[in-house]
Nanobody, 120 residues
Framework: VQLQASGGGLVQPGGSLRLSCAVS????????MGWYRQAPGNQRESVAT???????NYADFVQGRFTISTDYSKKMVVLQMNSLKSEDTAVYFC???????????????WGQGTLVTVSS
């Protein structure tokens, strides 16, 4: 299972970015999908998660500005970020929790990270 994130870049405060993450591989099913971020000097923190495509959770700092969407059939997760602030500057990582078909053990895989810089 491999994840490829894209969509990061430089944006001015108040602007928008759309992060995408494509999951590749075969013979597995995805349980959860989501996004974390890590700012310089900080620990990695959860941004938005989707459980089985039905339950979504957002970090408090999102405050309605971000939207996570998932397509389990296409194995993709997207994070639409609006009203970006300088404090949103971080490397954003997508992740999935998945299991091989017929197995119960839940595994976790991460994308390589995409840098989001919010600055004027």
């Amino acid at each position: 299972v491999q994840l490829q994130a894209s969509g990061g870049g430089l944006v001015q405060p108040g602007g928008s970015l759309r992060l995408s993450c494509a999951v590749s591989g075969s013979g597995f099913s995805i349980e959860d999908m989501g996004w974390y971020r890590q700012a310089p000097g900080n620990q990695r923190e959860s941004v938005a998660t989707s459980s089985s495509g039905r339950i979504t959770n957002y970090a408090d700092f999102v405050q309605g500005r971000f939207t996570i969407s998932t397509d389990y059939s296409k194995k993709m997760v997207v994070l639409q970020m609006n009203s970006l602030k300088s404090e949103d500057t971080a490397v954003y990582f997508c992740y999935v929790k998945w299991r091989y078909w017929g197995r119960t053990f839940l595994r976790e895989s991460w994308g390589q990270g995409t840098l989001v810089t919010v600055s004027s």
